[in-house]
């Protein structure tokens, strides 16, 4: 379990570096807020379950601390849920206001190439 854990830590980990790196290669505002949403639910989810794994590696059926342990990760569980409720609505409020306040999306240009 502490191995599932580790690899999913690294794994989240990884994306979340990789949704900072689309953050400062992407030309404009709205495509660089797509790669820090889509990299940010992914990543957060990734390095939440392996908290929850890692929380549940001891579990014992006659243990009442292990039913502790899984309540706590049913709970982690919960945030993931929120992550992916709140994260995509907050990316899209943010790129509706943008639009409104007159923010230009990017277009490819000869002297782009």
Do not use: Q
């Not at 953050?23 to 889509?38: E, Q, T």
Request: proline share 3%; charged share 15%.
């Amino acid at each position: 379990m502490s191995l599932v854990s580790s690899i999913l830590l690294i794994l989240g980990v990884f994306f979340f570096g990789i949704g900072t790196i689309g953050i400062l290669r992407f030309p404009d505002f709205y495509s660089r807020l797509h790669a820090a949403g889509k990299c940010d639910v992914l990543a957060t989810t990734l390095a939440l379950v392996a908290v929850a794994f890692f929380n549940i590696h001891d579990f014992s059926w006659a243990s009442l601390t292990s039913w502790d342990n899984v309540r706590v990760s049913l709970k982690i569980l919960t945030i993931i849920a929120f992550v992916y409720v709140a994260s995509p609505t907050a990316t899209h409020a943010i790129t509706k206001a943008a639009f409104i306040v007159g923010i230009e999306p990017w277009e490819k240009k000869k002297r782009d190439l």
